[in-house]
Structure formats: structure tokens, C-alpha cells
T-cell receptor, first 111, second 111 residues
Framework: EAGVVQSPRYKIIEKKQPVAFWCNPISGHNTLYWYRQNLGQGPELLIRYENEEAVDDSQLPKDRFSAERLKGVDSTLKIQPAELGDSAVYLC?????????FGPGTRLTVL | SQELEQSPQSLIVQEGKNLTINCTSSKTLYGLYWYKQKYGEGLIFLMMLQKGGEEKSHEKITAKLDEKKQQSSLHITASQPSHAGIYLCGADKGGLDDMRFGAGTRLTVKP
């Protein structure tokens, strides 16, 4: 069974530029998460989806971040415009019941 | 919110030695998860503990949740270079809501 797929794996952009990350969860997993992981820290939840509904986006900086999960499967996380402090690894995870499965992440570097 | 403290922050052991990593919570743990992360990769699920006093093992890795459900330990027996990586504990309030992670313990195993 394929795991959580994320792309791109790496992205380098200049500040003020837009960037988007894509996630394809494990087939059948209704819940999808986006996390941000700063260097030397654990992941921090940005947004959680149940099917296509965002049920927890309290930690998502809504002035520049947006996310969508059309049709309740794939999801896209966007940053516009990016700032230097957005440099981090962005992880996507999905779950069916009691365990989250993580993708490999997208490492974003903002110059 | 629930805070998770991991200790030690980093650990260097000789191959074949045993080691223990601890995760302490500021609140009662309902679901405690252990993950392993290698540099540039996502989190790999190891084990989940829910009941006080519960202990689970997988190959040479054993995790315990103490009776009071505020601390968990991860023990590796006869460590190997393949055990190297960052070990993260995560906790939720039950049902994967509001998942929080510790900062991680970086393990190096010297051949």
C-alpha cells in the first residue's frame, strides 16, 4: 500500500514569492493533517481536515497561509507571500482511526 | 495546552548498548505515540500506548506508559546503527485531536 505522498520534496524561493505544497493521503484515510516542523523541534499542527471540511485551523496563519482539500482526497497548502521565518519542513499526515501516518515532508527554504 | 518534554535532547551510544529516552507530559496522557524520524524524511510510527502501565515491544524497542499516565519511556536493547535518528513522542486528548509533539531526542549509534 502506498504511503502519504508529498511534493515537491524540496523548494527554495525568495521571500515574498508564493509557494504551494501538495499532499496525497493514504487511500481511504478521511483525516488529513498539515504540520510545520522547525529545525530541532517537533511538528506543530497547522490544519486538520475531516474529509473536505477543515475542522481545526486555529494554528494556521490565515493572513498568508491557505489550504484546501477538494473532494476530500488530495490537499494543497499555500503560502503567499512567503517570509524568511516560513523556512521549515511541511509535513502532511493522514489517519483512519488511531494512528497518523506521515509523508516525507517538503523542505522549504526562503531566501 | 499539553506540553511534552523529552530527555535527553541528544544521545550518543556505542553499538550494542542499551538506552532509554523519556517523555514527560504536563497533563494526563490519553494517547501517547512514539515516532522515529530520519533527516529529511517524515515520521515513522513506532507504537501507541493508551492505558496506564501499558507496555509494547517491537523488535528491540520497548515503550512503556507509567501508571499515572504522565510519562512514557522508550527503551532500545542492544542498539544498532539502524536505530539512529530522531525519536519523537506525541500526545493527543483522545481521538487524535490536538496532537502535540515533543522536541525529539537525537540518537547516534557509533559502530
Amino acid at each position: 500500500e502506498a504511503g502519504v505522498v508529498q511534493s515537491p520534496r524540496y523548494k527554495i524561493i525568495e521571500k515574498k514569492q508564493p509557494v504551494a505544497f501538495w499532499c496525497n493521503p493514504i487511500s481511504g484515510h478521511n483525516t488529513l493533517y498539515w504540520y510545520r516542523q522547525n529545525l530541532g523541534q517537533g511538528p506543530e499542527l497547522l490544519i486538520r481536515y475531516e474529509n473536505e471540511e477543515a475542522v481545526d485551523d486555529s494554528q494556521l496563519p490565515k493572513d498568508r497561509f491557505s489550504a484546501e482539500r477538494l473532494k476530500g482526497v488530495d490537499s494543497t497548502l499555500k503560502i503567499q507571500p512567503a517570509e524568511l521565518g516560513d523556512s521549515a519542513v511541511y509535513l502532511c499526515a493522514s489517519s483512519l482511526r488511531d494512528t497518523q501516518y506521515f509523508g516525507p515532508g517538503t523542505r522549504l527554504t526562503v531566501l | 495546552s499539553q506540553e511534552l518534554e523529552q530527555s535527553p535532547q541528544s544521545l550518543i551510544v556505542q553499538e550494542g548498548k542499551n538506552l532509554t529516552i523519556n517523555c514527560t507530559s504536563s497533563k494526563t496522557l490519553y494517547g501517547l505515540y512514539w515516532y522515529k524520524q530520519k533527516y529529511g524524511e517524515g515520521l515513522i510510527f513506532l507504537m501507541m500506548l493508551q492505558k496506564g502501565g501499558e507496555e509494547k515491544s517491537h523488535e528491540k524497542i520497548t515503550a512503556k506508559l507509567d501508571e499515572k499516565k504522565q510519562q512514557s519511556s522508550l527503551h532500545i536493547t542492544a542498539s544498532q546503527p539502524s536505530h539512529a535518528g530522531i525519536y519523537l513522542c506525541g500526545a493527543d486528548k483522545g481521538g487524535l485531536d490536538d496532537m502535540r509533539f515533543g522536541a525529539g531526542t537525537r540518537l547516534t549509534v557509533k559502530p
